[in-house]
């Protein structure tokens, strides 16, 4: 299954800190927190609690970060890379993927990737 990981091992954890937007906020539709976002100070409190409460709990979990604002993203990994394991889908798995397509084609031209000119 995805990637090896075992969907009956995973537990999806939603930390909804509000939205900023009117639209969604009056939408009877919106499922979300209707508050405002936190500051940042309030939002990386709240993180730093879940994060710390996972770590208890499930001290060998990965960590998924998902859907955040570029600064809050890069801002999670560099807090954590170095004290848990995690990567954020958004900024790595991007990445991951499209080195992963370069490699394939490179494989497929049966080429050694160490020796493959890079041309921007």
Request: aromatic share 10%; net charge negative; charged share 25%.
């Amino acid at each position: 299954a995805a990637a090896g990981f075992q969907p009956w091992r995973t537990l999806p954890i939603t930390v909804d800190v509000g939205t900023n937007n009117e639209k969604y906020r009056n939408s009877s539709t919106y499922m979300g927190l209707k508050d405002d976002r936190p500051d940042d100070d309030e939002f990386y409190d709240v993180m730093d609690k879940a994060i710390k409460a996972i770590q208890w709990r499930w001290p060998n979990a990965l960590i998924q970060f998902e859907d955040f604002s570029n600064a809050h993203a890069f801002g999670l990994l560099e807090k954590y890379r170095n004290k848990t394991l995690c990567f954020n889908d958004d900024i790595q798995g991007t990445a991951a993927t499209v080195l992963a397509g370069l490699l394939a084609a490179l494989l497929i031209q049966q080429s050694d990737p160490s020796k493959a000119p890079l041309k921007l």
